[in-house]
């Protein structure tokens, strides 16, 4: 029977307000600053501007398929370290969205995330809620003093429970805390005699020195992987410090962020303009150490942290931690953690980048 065209019309019109909008399945968790979230529980679509973000929810899921937007420097780490090659399918993602600290709405709104990641100090989180759009905050130094195994788990424990992956999240916060225990119980064996002084560069450039005191990523590493930060008690977390302070301090062991291109031959060389190296013990016994990135940077939280601490137990205790080599126990973690093989020259990307 043909029907005319306005009952047609309105037969559809009726058929569509007929049929309920299916109610999405929801769950709750607490975030990292303590806010209780509601959250889909089956998470197709995020937005993050947390820079650490894409790696956690790698290994927290095993997948980096439903981040469709993230930080353009998400995604310049992404590109040219391995997280680009291990999920390739990330390199799709959206980067117009957001810049610096801000983050503009109208482009977020068009990716139509589940739910938005940030930082606990994001200004627009308040702005996103107002949107509908879930905001999850994650932390880097709020909740942990600078433990960045404690903070590696805490992503851990929220993420599987966002995921729905508390086995999975469980296994590798097993890890991380099996090689903190690990670390110290050797450590504590040492006299303070025995401990290098050590001194973490967030910054070291032409204009901008600037070391880890206590409470900060660095000082956490120094410390619990055997040596002692001789940042100055009176130090903030993140100090401005001078050459003559440096001499002064004279550390038998330095280590450089990835956040300066600065590498150890550029001190032995003395190529820093307006620095003269050549006094500083740790140049002279060349014990000046670039810190890998592997998946993501490895100073501050990160999915590789693990790692990091046994990296650097080796570097200031290389006879009490010799009962392993770097290179397998990367790769054995990179294989149980994100189902990947490492060839050799990718492991040696990792603990020498080039960029």
């Known amino acids: 029977m043909n029907l005319p065209a306005y009952s047609v019309a309105l037969l559809a019109g009726t058929a569509l307000f007929a ?27 995020i937005a993050t501007e947390f820079l650490p973000f894409p790696s956690a929810w790698f290994i927290s899921t095993g997948s980096a398929d439903e981040i469709v937007g993230m930080h353009p420097d998400s995604m310049r780490m992404a590109e040219r370290a391995l997280l680009g090659r291990i999920a390739p399918n990330l390199l799709n993602a959206e980067t117009g969205f957001t810049q610096g600290n801000s983050v503009n709405i109208e482009e977020l709104l068009r990716l139509s995330p589940d739910v938005f990641v940030s930082y606990e100090t994001m200004p627009a989180i308040a702005e996103v809620e107002r949107t509908n ?10 909740n942990s003093g600078g433990n960045v195994i404690q903070t590696y788990s805490g992503w851990m424990e929220l993420l599987g429970q966002v995921a729905g992956q508390e086995e999975r999240t469980a296994e590798i916060i097993a890890y991380g805390q099996a090689a903190l225990e690990e670390t110290r119980a050797r450590v504590t064996t040492l006299a303070d005699a025995e401990k290098p002084g050590a001194l973490f560069f967030a910054r070291l450039e032409e204009k901008s020195l600037k070391v880890n005191g206590a409470g ?41 962020s990835n956040f300066s291109p600065t590498k150890p031959e550029d001190l032995y060389e003395n190529r820093v303009p307006g620095q003269d190296w050549s006094h500083v013990k740790a140049v002279q016994d060349r014990r000046v150490h670039k810190i890998p990135e592997g998946i993501f940077q490895w100073y501050p939280p990160s999915a590789d942290a693990p790692l990091m601490l046994k990296w650097m137990a080796q570097k200031n205790q290389p006879e009490l931690f010799a009962h392993y080599a770097i290179e397998d126990e990367i790769k054995g973690y990179y294989s149980r953690f994100y189902g990947y093989t490492l060839s050799d020259d990718e492991v040696a990307l990792i603990l020498d980048p080039q960029f």
């Open 216 to 256: 900060h990523f660095g000082n956490f590493w120094v410390v619990e992987s055997g040596a002692r930060n001789l940042a100055p008690a009176d130090f903030a977390p993140l100090a401005d410090i001078d050459m003559e302070q440096i001499y002064s301090l004279n550390p038998e062991v330095i280590f450089i």
């Open 19 to 45: 049929l309920p909008a299916m109610a999405q399945d929801t769950h709750t968790v607490t975030d990292r600053m303590g806010r209780t979230v509601e959250l889909p529980v089956n998470i197709e679509r």
């Open 133 to 142: 759009i879930p905001v999850l905050a994650m932390d880097v130094l709020s």
